[in-house]
């Protein structure tokens, strides 16, 4: 059984930085590309960041690009999203995906196979 955990959610000064963090157990993390989505109140699910397979490419929405950095620990088997200079837009339940690792963008909810529960982060003024 696949389980996607995230953690690291909370409320934050605009400004501020936050590190999230999602555990996988129950698959074989080196082969999945390991992405973040987010989900602002009234808005659709987009978007953050995607690294793929054991070497580490990553992608970013622009929005997020030059504040958001993503990585993983595959000896963890755990992906991380540090989040800098967080502004009020910023503020959405963060999710974690994963998608089997193969010529998918990964920039589209449709091309993961597994997702977390959520955690919420709030960037206040």
């Known amino acids: 059984q696949v389980q996607l955990v995230e953690s690291g959610g909370g409320l934050v000064q605009a400004g501020g930085s936050l590190r999230l963090s999602c555990a996988a157990s129950?698959?074989?993390?080196?082969?999945?590309?390991m992405g973040w989505f987010r989900q602002a109140p009234g808005k659709e699910r987009e978007f953050v960041a995607v690294?793929?397979?054991?070497?580490?490419?990553?992608s970013y929405a622009d929005s997020v690009k030059s504040r958001f950095t993503i990585s993983r620990d595959n000896a963890k088997n755990t992906v991380y999203l540090q989040m800098n200079s967080l502004k009020q837009e910023d503020t959405a339940v963060y999710y974690c995906?994963?998608?089997?690792?193969?010529?998918?963008?990964?920039?589209?909810?449709?091309?993961?196979?597994?997702w977390g529960q959520g955690t919420q982060v709030t960037a206040s003024s």
């Open positions: 690294i793929k397979g054991s070497g580490g490419i990553t």
């Open positions: 129950g698959l074989i993390f080196g082969s999945y590309a």
């Open positions: 995906a994963a998608g089997i690792y193969d010529s998918r963008t990964y920039y589209r909810q449709e091309e993961y196979d597994y």
